[in-house]
Nanobody, 118 residues
Framework: QVQLVESGGGLVQPGGSLRLSCAAS????????RAWYRQAPGKQRELVAG???????TYADSVKGRFTIAINNAQNTLDLQMNSLKPEDTAVYYCNVRLFTRPGYAYWGQGTQVTVSS
C-alpha cells in the first residue's frame, strides 16, 4: 500500500504561480511512474505531466512551457511548479504513482484544489 499526500494548492490570480508537492510513503526506488492529473468540474480527469523512472518528463499541450514536474529524491516528493496560471487551470490536482512490483495498478492521492481567479 502506498500513501500519497498532496499539498500546495490554493487560490491564485491569473498569471500567478503555485507549487504542488506530493509525498509518497513508498521508497522511491520502487516507483516506476509518477504523474500529476487534474479534474475540472464537469470534465474528465486528465494527465497534466508525468515521468517514468529514469525517463524524461512529458506534458499536456495545454501546460507546456508553464508547468514543470520534478522528483525530489532527498525528500521523496513529486513536485509540480505551475507558472503563468490561467483560469482554465482551475481543477482538483491529483498525484499518481505506479510501482514496479504492482504493474497496472495506480495509486492516487486525495487531491488538492487549485483555483485561478481574479
Amino acid at each position: 500500500q502506498v500513501q500519497l499526500v498532496e499539498s500546495g494548492g490554493g487560490l491564485v490570480q491569473p498569471g500567478g504561480s503555485l507549487r504542488l508537492s506530493c509525498a509518497a510513503s513508498s521508497s522511491s526506488t520502487n516507483i516506476s511512474f509518477r504523474a500529476w492529473y487534474r479534474q475540472a468540474p464537469g470534465k474528465q480527469r486528465e494527465l497534466v505531466a508525468g515521468i517514468q523512472s529514469g525517463g524524461t518528463p512529458t506534458y499536456a499541450d495545454s501546460v507546456k512551457g508553464r508547468f514543470t514536474i520534478a522528483i525530489n529524491n532527498a525528500q521523496n516528493t513529486l513536485d509540480l511548479q505551475m507558472n503563468s496560471l490561467k483560469p482554465e487551470d482551475t481543477a482538483v490536482y491529483y498525484c499518481n504513482v505506479r510501482l514496479f512490483t504492482r504493474p497496472g495498478y495506480a495509486y492516487w492521492g486525495q487531491g488538492t484544489q487549485v483555483t485561478v481567479s481574479s
